[in-house]
């Protein structure tokens, strides 16, 4: 009874570990608010350079100016979001070692009085062209405040993902033990897929430990992030297919079908 209790306490332990890595929170809520913002933005001063493009007139370059001025504020204000979310992430997450959130929140932190530094930049415009050399500056400086802490989060949870699946193979080493010692083919059926899905779950891990150690300047970061993420991703789905077999192959051994 003991052993069936402590499986089914490592079984939701497991699983909760999981889930706080699939949820989000107020942060990165407000982060997609800022990118729609961002987008809006856009549209606008596309709109106004349109209207400019058409009819010449001081009214509609003024327009242009102060939508682009919008337009530059709110990517600023996305990334400020997205740094706030990064570092509340790393923060609430106690599977996240001190030296990883002390790095994100250095980075979180420079970053934040460049972005003050830029909106002084970006308020000062008075025309078209300091409208264009604020932008042209802004585009190198984009780069610049969010690369190292992509890079950082990456790591993160290269980090919390591997804690996870080393946890997981211990439960699942158990559970064959205890599928072999009853001669139960089809748990032991499941646990061979179990093993196999953990194995392409790490694979995954690895490649995006790989990715995300190319997240710098220069070259392409926010490619190698996207890249980075979308290894994660197969291997959160592959981590949960795993966790599947395994809670049908201690369904199986614990009522000896």
């Not at 729609?36 to 003024?62: F, G, M, R, S, V």
């Amino acid at each position: 009874m003991k052993k069936i209790l402590f499986f089914v306490l490592l079984l939701i332990l497991l699983q909760s570990v999981v889930v706080s890595a699939l949820n989000s929170g107020d942060a990165r809520d407000d982060w997609i608010d800022a990118k729609e913002a961002t987008l809006d933005a856009k549209i606008k001063h596309e709109d106004a350079k349109a209207n400019h493009a058409k009819d010449k007139t001081p009214e509609n370059q003024e327009k242009v100016v102060d939508t682009g001025k919008v337009l530059l504020n709110s990517a600023l204000d996305e990334a400020e979001a997205w740094l706030i979310w990064k570092d509340t992430e790393a923060k609430e997450n106690q599977n996240v070692p001190d030296d990883i959130k002390d790095a994100i929140k250095r980075d979180v932190e420079k970053n934040l009085q460049k972005i003050e530094t830029l909106r002084a930049e970006v308020d000062s415009v008075k025309n078209g062209l300091e409208l264009g050399v604020v932008f042209i500056k802004m585009v190198g400086s984009y780069v610049e405040l969010l690369v190292d802490v992509a890079k950082n989060t990456g790591n993160m949870w290269v980090h919390v993902l591997n804690v996870y699946l080393d946890n997981l193979e211990k439960a699942g080493d158990k559970v064959m033990a205890a599928a072999e010692k009853a001669n139960n083919e089809k748990a032991i059926g499941e646990m061979n897929s179990f093993f196999d899905d953990l194995k392409d779950a790490r694979d995954n891990v690895d490649k995006a430990d790989d990715s995300y150690s190319f997240v710098v300047t220069p070259g392409t970061p926010f490619i190698k992030f996207t890249e980075g993420n979308n290894y994660l991703n197969m291997a959160k789905l592959k981590a949960i297919s795993a966790h599947q077999h395994l809670n049908d192959a201690f369904r199986l051994v614990t009522r000896g079908e």
